[in-house]
């Protein structure tokens, strides 16, 4: 039941919110020069129309159902299972001590033979082929249906499954969703709507990242007053087969399904060196060590860190010579190397797991 307070929104559906920008016949050119730096999220119409997945899917589900299963390699791959009453809305219980969902390994080509069995039930159990690796698991499906705006050595992930819904989370990753079969509706919302969005635990997720305790089909904006302001900034799109979606970095989105049957295939890539420590590893580590100090200490921290991590000042350390910057200026492989083993043993010692050093 949407539960509602003075002046919040009255409605969450696709209609009450703006639609995703959309562009024809997106070039390599147009993809690199114009919209990944502009850092906004991009409908792809027609984008991977050429694939022969997307041929097969217009016949019809079983079209595309043998289409894939003639690539499978029979791996087991995590496979998540729903029973009927969830309604394919994979979620926590209600006291958040448990998922209301179970998973486990299954070939995916007996996975798409349950769904071909479900499609003629009303209320069907939900089957949700997750983020299986396309190199390993679908070898050649990658070759006959390519992008042409990313190298191949990002390699693709399907997800395939009957109607079901992915709660509102982020990805640490720039993002190109494709439809194949089926059709998705997304809805978006800014990295800068995170503290109206409620995330969830940290340590206890549905697949990884934190994801949004708010059911964007019946928002308690009681419980979730915020959530109103997170409303006003969300854009939505719905994908047909052929379509694309470009998702920037930690832009938060909600998932639906809306057939019986639905692929898709994603492209996750991060542009950052790939040597950087995690920064979510780093968060817990800022939480560890400021969270809990006097406010007066927090915000002179607050201060290193705009100057020294995020450069609001300008270059900290331009007045020092380059041997005297240490772990301040330019990093190499091997110095970042040493900090992160710096930084393990500091931990380490804190944490009791290894001898404090002795000063000298």
């Not at 001590?97 to 349950?114: C, K």
């Not at 109103?228 to 969300?234: D, F, G, M, T, Y």
């Not at 047909?240 to 639905?262: C, K, M, R, T």
């Not at 006097?294 to 705009?306: E, S, V």
């Amino acid at each position: 039941m949407l539960k509602t307070t003075e002046n919040s929104p009255k409605s969450t559906s696709a209609q009450d919110m703006p639609e995703v920008r959309t562009l024809h016949d997106v070039t390599l050119e147009q993809f690199r020069d114009d919209i990944l730096p502009a850092a906004q999220p991009v409908l792809m119409k027609n984008f991977i129309a050429h694939w022969p997945a997307v041929a097969a899917s217009r016949q019809s589900p079983e079209a595309i159902m043998d289409y894939v299963k003639r690539f499978d390699a029979r791996r087991p791959v995590e496979t998540i299972l729903g029973k009927p009453e969830i309604a394919g809305k994979y979620f926590y219980n209600d006291d958040l001590t448990g998922l209301n969902f179970d998973r486990q390994p299954a070939v995916i080509s007996e996975s798409l033979n349950a769904i071909a069995r479900y499609r003629d039930e009303a209320n069907p159990p939900s089957v949700y082929i997750q983020s299986a690796p396309m190199y390993e698991n679908l070898p050649g499906f990658a070759e006959e249906n390519q992008i042409g705006v990313l190298p191949p050595v990002i390699e693709p992930r399907i997800w395939m499954g009957n109607r079901l819904t992915v709660q509102t989370h982020f990805d640490l990753s720039e993002n190109i969703a494709c439809v194949v079969s089926g059709r998705r509706r997304f809805t978006l919302f800014p990295p800068e709507q995170t503290p109206n969005l409620y995330a969830g635990p940290f340590e206890f997720t549905l697949a990884g990242p934190p994801v949004s305790l708010v059911r964007l089909e019946e928002p308690d904006l009681e419980t979730y007053p915020r959530f109103a302001e997170a409303l006003r900034h969300a854009q939505t799109a719905t994908l047909e087969p052929g379509d694309a979606l470009f998702i920037p970095y930690f832009w938060w989105h909600h998932v639906q399904s809306l057939e019986d049957f639905n692929v898709l295939v994603n492209y996750w890539w991060n542009d950052s060196p790939r040597d950087l420590a995690s920064p979510f590893d780093a968060l817990l580590h800022a939480i560890l060590a400021l969270r809990d100090m006097p406010p007066h200490q927090q915000k002179a921290w607050k201060m290193m860190l705009d100057q020294y991590v995020f450069h609001e000042t300008g270059d900290p350390v331009a007045h020092l010579p380059d041997h005297s910057k240490g772990a301040l200026g330019p990093h190499t492989p091997q110095s970042r190397q040493q900090l992160k083993a710096r930084v393990a043993t500091n931990l380490a010692m804190q944490a009791g797991l290894m001898p404090r050093k002795n000063p000298s």
